[in-house]
């Protein structure tokens, strides 16, 4: 997909939805979407830093993946963001692997 594609694509994705006690609610309120999708990302970013990829956010509609050789990606919403992190990197990617896990928990 191109990057224009990547933004005119529709944002009603899941992920957008802020959680509430016993309800599956949208987001209302634009203040606290934003912070949520920035929860988000800080947390994307921590489980992409062993593999030196980072996550940024693009106009409040894509993300931007890239490496440090310059590779980016966009796509529209985080539920792609792991199949392109392995296709950009060329590895395969287990974010629930325990060693990894151990490894997070285990960061300063």
């Known amino acids: 997909m191109c990057s224009l594609c990547g933004v005119l694509g529709c944002d009603d994705h899941w992920t957008s939805a802020i959680a509430r006690s016993g309800v599956y609610t949208r987001n209302t309120d634009r203040l606290s979407r934003r912070r949520e999708?920035?929860?988000?990302?800080?947390?994307?970013?921590?489980?992409l830093e062993p593999w030196r990829l980072k996550l940024a956010e693009w106009q409040g509609t894509s993300y931007v993946l890239s490496s440090p050789t310059g590779n980016t990606r966009v796509f529209e919403s985080l539920a792609h963001l792991w199949p392109e992190a392995e296709a950009m990197s060329g590895r395969s990617f287990?974010?629930?692997?325990?060693?990894?896990?151990?490894?997070?928990?285990?960061?300063?």
């Open 94 to 108: 287990d974010p629930l692997d325990p060693d990894f896990l151990g490894r997070l928990r285990d960061r300063p």
């Open 37 to 47: 999708a920035a929860n988000r990302k800080k947390l994307a970013n921590a489980l």
